[in-house]
T-cell receptor, first 116, second 114 residues
């Protein structure tokens, strides 16, 4: 069965410094992986997704993530944090392989705080 | 384009009452989903539907039922609400139910069961 672990429940950075949100997954095959962001009292928005193409995936708002099969990781990074990045971030793995049925398994979330 | 709408925005409900959360999408997506979000647990899938007329159980289906009479609507019913169903409920949709498909989320319904 697929699973995903977000290694930090809370990350705090200063504005203008790099962001690293860590995610490890468990899967019996090469999975589809996603990062979603949730701003306070809002729904979830897709940041980026990996579906077996390029291992370095670029998303919206300057975020990117690298799929590392040997490390079973899919960490989310951004070179320079902005105050508007303060939100909760979810790493997500799909149950499905390729084009087959794929319900999503969510990590427990990492809350990112950005200090001025 | 509205995307996904959910109603109500929030609700306080007495235990034992019946409640239906509404979800409508205007993207003509085939697949729709219901999740609950609880603090520290992320989102957990309750039920899903890959196409009108079909539904499936997710990770936490007990106490909930769904129907999919048409493409656009996917209501979630709590037949007899209990306090443990206090949560934020999100509806989502995707073009198909494939593992590679992006899911689009509604704004959520905050439900409190007393």
């Amino acid at each position: 069965a697929q699973s995903v672990t977000q290694l930090d429940s809370h990350v705090s950075v200063s504005e203008g410094t790099p962001v690293l949100l860590r995610c490890n997954y468990s899967s019996s095959y090469s999975p589809s992986l996603f990062w979603y962001v949730q701003h306070p009292n809002k729904g979830l928005q897709l940041l980026l997704k990996y579906t077996s193409a390029a291992t370095l995936v670029k998303g919206i708002n300057g975020f990117e993530a690298e799929f590392k099969k040997s490390e079973t990781s899919f960490h989310l990074t951004k070179p320079s944090a902005h105050m508007s990045d303060a939100a909760e971030y979810f790493c997500v793995v799909s149950e499905g392989y390729g084009g087959s049925q794929g319900n999503l398994i969510f990590g427990k979330g990492t809350k990112l705080s950005v200090k001025p | 384009i509205a995307g996904i709408t959910q109603a109500p925005t929030s609700q306080i409900l007495a235990a034992g009452r019946r409640m239906t959360l509404r979800c409508t999408q205007d993207m003509r997506h085939n697949a729709m989903y219901w999740y609950r979000q609880d603090l520290g647990l992320g989102l957990r899938l309750i039920h899903y539907s890959n196409t009108a007329g079909t539904t499936g159980k997710g990770e936490v289906p007990d106490g909930y039922s769904v129907s999919r009479a048409n493409t656009d609507d996917f209501p979630l019913t709590l037949a007899s609400a209990v306090p443990s169903q206090t949560s934020v409920y999100f509806c989502a949709s995707s073009v198909e139910g494939r593992g590679t498909d992006t899911q689009y989320f509604g704004p959520g319904t905050r439900l409190t069961v007393l």
